[in-house]
């Protein structure tokens, strides 16, 4: 099965955290983003899933330079572990996906989780 959502938000970059005195600023927005995910990833599955790849792709308004590490998905993948959406975010459960491209007009961000047997891992 697969389940295709749209924020119509992009979260901030690592960039604006790492390295800065900002631990209550990220808490604050970390909560926003499950808060989000929660109220926008419609319908739930019936049970979190426990094993997907996850796709996500960023839909910038600009072509300006980013770096997928900057854009790792951290609030993302804890936001649906909280919504009980996926079992878990570690490499024993999930395969993560990065993608970007322009939206101009409409910059969001699209998930796309895919339920799978199996997946190969090193654990």
Not at 28 to 44: G, H, M, N, T
Not at 49 to 60: G, L
Not at 81 to 105: N, Y
């Amino acid at each position: 099965m697969t389940y295709r959502y749209t924020i119509k938000a992009i979260p901030p970059s690592n960039n604006k955290f790492i390295g800065r005195n900002a631990r209550w600023e990220y808490q604050k927005v970390k909560k926003e983003w499950a808060d989000l995910i929660r109220f926008s990833c419609r319908p739930y599955p019936k049970q979190p899933i426990d094993k997907s790849v996850v796709q996500i792709t960023y839909c910038f308004p600009t072509r300006v330079r980013h770096d997928p590490d900057n854009y790792s998905g951290k609030m993302i993948l804890d936001g649906l572990t909280s919504a009980g959406i996926i079992a878990d975010d570690s490499f024993s459960h999930i395969t993560l996906m990065l993608r970007a491209k322009v939206d101009k007009q409409n910059p969001h961000t699209e998930i796309t989780i895919t339920e799978v047997d199996d997946l190969c891992t090193t654990e």
